[in-house]
């Protein structure tokens, strides 16, 4: 049976992340929701959630890590995370308040990325920003390699 995906984001700054999770989406098949959008999406649909969105202030946004907190899933649902960051090396560390979200909720997680976003935050505003027109074609095709693994049922454990 064919595996149903959704990938859940949000995306403040310069709509990087909306850009990988349309990529991922595209290429694994996934419905795509932007958090915020309409009423709060129902998961209990879905074999396999994708989560993600810009990191602000060393963490995905707070509102999706509450709404990971409280949501419903599947019984046997999975979970990827993704995002986009200024530095995306510091993975581990931005991704931690999601992880742990997740697993309060004991959702396996098969696979977390964190692709370079365009970021003119703060004082990289004043130096022209950073990552300058990424995420680009490279990142995009990793954001949806990474996506047809997971929907294979293949994990992707790669942060960054
Ligand atoms: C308010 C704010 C705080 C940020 N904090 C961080 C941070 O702590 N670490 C980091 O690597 N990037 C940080 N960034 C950069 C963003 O994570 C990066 O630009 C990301 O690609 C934005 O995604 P978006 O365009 O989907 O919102 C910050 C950006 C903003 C606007």
């Known amino acids: 049976m064919r595996m149903r995906a959704v990938i859940v984001y949000k995306s403040l700054h310069h709509g990087n992340t909306k850009r990988v999770a349309g ?6 098949g996934a419905d795509l929701v932007r ?13 396999l959630v994708g ?5 602000y202030h060393s963490r995905h946004h707070p509102d999706l890590v509450a709404f990971t907190a409280k949501a419903r899933f599947a019984d046997d649902a999975r979970a990827f995370l993704f995002s986009t960051a200024g530095v995306p090396s510091l ?7 999601l992880r742990a979200a997740l697993e309060g909720r004991r959702i396996p997680i098969t696979g977390e990325l964190c692709l370079p976003g365009y970021d003119t935050y703060a004082i990289f505003g004043l130096i022209g920003g950073i990552n300058r027109g990424r995420p680009g074609d ?12 997971l929907v294979q049922g293949q994990g992707a454990g790669a942060l960054s």
């Open 138 to 149: 490279r990142e995009l095709e990793r954001a949806r390699e990474f996506a047809r693994s």
């Open 91 to 97: 993975a581990g560390l931005w991704h931690r308040p």
């Open 35 to 47: 958090l915020g959008e309409r009423k709060t999406p129902d998961l209990r649909a879905y074999d």
């Open 23 to 28: 990529a991922m989406a595209d290429a694994c």
């Open 51 to 55: 989560l993600g969105s810009g990191i």
